[in-house]
């Protein structure tokens, strides 16, 4: 658990505090930094074993998370049409979908045998490759893309409206941000623990625990083709109240279930709410 929110803590840090910068420098060179960064912090993993320096290696790893990710996904909000932003947003999310149901399955393989070097090493040149695929992004030099200046007449009220401690933080997000913080309150525990729950509670075996999280990513998977369709056509605000309406249910029936098959089944409840919330969440924000 405390690995966990190490992990976490440089997340939180470096997605607040990046965002500015980001706006300054550019999506290329943060999304380069925050990958590479990422995985100096996996690569670590393969050569030391104290707890002090894993748990520093585990914030190295958040920082990095917390840049790349805001800046890949800024870079996926300026070339999708404002017009369609549920949906690029939507498809945009199919490949966490897709890592999410091969990963949980080859992380057990890898580890089958207790071999977790081998499993950073291979995640590292994972990310590693990642890093390199960050040096060929170059849409910000189309003109299509670059954002219009402002007349300078126009710069002081701007400027204005964000002083303090708002010029780190976007007003207008913060509604979208205690959503997500919530959402993410009630779920996070529950998928660092879901398999010790399955195995120990619901007497699941240890090869099967992590199908829940398989069939949460293909219920995501299903859900993400249709959804951004339905946040363009329909509006925020329905789709959240039913994601977060399904997000409680799966949760609470985790309570009742003593079968395998209704273990799985909250698992793709799971993947539903997930899928609705998370794109139409991004949308709001991006669109707003």
């Given at each position: 658990?405390?690995?966990?929110?190490?992990?976490?803590?440089?997340?939180?840090?470096?997605?607040?505090?990046?965002?500015?910068?980001?706006?300054?420098?550019?999506?290329?060179?943060?999304?380069?930094?925050?990958?590479?960064?990422?995985?100096?912090?996996?690569?670590g993993m393969v050569f030391f074993t104290e707890p002090w320096i894993v748990?520093?290696?585990?914030?190295?790893?958040?920082?990095?998370?917390?840049?790349?990710?805001?800046?890949?996904?800024?870079?996926?909000?300026?070339?999708?049409?404002?017009?369609?932003?549920?949906?690029?947003?939507?498809?945009?999310?199919?490949?966490?979908?897709?890592?999410?149901?091969?990963?949980?399955?080859?992380?057990?393989?890898?580890?089958?045998?207790?071999?977790?070097?081998?499993?950073?090493?291979?995640?590292?040149?994972?990310?590693?490759?990642?890093?390199?695929?960050?040096?060929?992004?170059?849409?910000?030099k189309d003109p299509r893309y670059a954002l219009p200046a402002e007349p300078?007449?126009?710069?002081?009220?701007?400027?204005?409206?964000?002083?303090?401690?708002?010029?780190?933080?976007?007003?207008?997000?913060?509604?979208?941000?205690?959503?997500?913080?919530?959402?993410?309150?009630?779920?996070?525990?529950?998928?660092?623990?879901?398999?010790?729950?399955?195995?120990?509670?619901?007497?699941?075996?240890?090869?099967s625990a992590g199908i829940y999280l398989i069939v949460g990513a293909a219920?995501?998977?299903?859900?993400?083709?249709?959804?951004?369709?339905?946040?363009?056509?329909?509006?925020?605000?329905?789709?959240?109240?039913?994601?977060?309406?399904?997000?409680?249910?799966?949760?609470?029936?985790?309570?009742?279930?003593?079968?395998?098959?209704?273990?799985?089944?909250?698992?793709?409840?799971?993947?539903?709410?997930?899928?609705?919330?998370?794109?139409?969440?991004?949308?709001?924000?991006?669109?707003?």
């Open positions: 658990g405390f690995l966990t929110t190490t992990f976490t803590f440089g997340s939180i840090v470096a997605t607040a505090m990046s965002g500015t910068v980001i706006d300054r420098t550019g999506r290329k060179r943060a999304l380069i930094f925050g990958f590479g960064v990422f995985t100096l912090g996996l690569l748990y520093l290696l585990r914030v190295l790893q958040g920082i990095g998370k917390g840049v790349g990710g805001v800046a890949i996904t800024s870079a996926v909000a300026d070339v999708v049409p404002k017009n369609r932003m549920g949906e690029g947003m939507g498809y945009y999310g199919l490949g966490s979908t897709l890592a999410m149901a091969v990963g949980p399955t080859l992380g057990l393989m890898l580890i089958s045998d207790n071999n977790f070097s081998f499993t950073f090493l291979i995640c590292t040149v994972g990310y590693l490759i990642c890093t390199l695929a960050g040096f060929f992004v170059n849409y910000e300078e007449e126009k710069a002081a009220p701007a400027d204005a409206r964000y002083h303090g401690l708002w010029k780190l933080f976007e007003k207008a997000a913060l509604p979208a941000t205690l959503v997500v913080f919530m959402y993410g309150a009630g779920c996070t525990p529950i998928l660092i623990y879901i398999t010790l729950y399955a195995t120990k509670v619901l007497n699941v075996p240890q090869a219920a995501m998977l299903l859900t993400r083709f249709t959804v951004g369709k339905l946040i363009d056509r329909r509006g925020v605000l329905g789709v959240l109240i039913l994601g977060n309406a399904v997000g409680i249910a799966s949760n609470i029936a985790l309570l009742f279930v003593k079968s395998t098959v209704l273990y799985y089944a909250c698992g793709a409840l799971y993947g539903f709410a997930t899928a609705l919330i998370y794109p139409a969440l991004q949308a709001a924000v991006i669109v707003d």
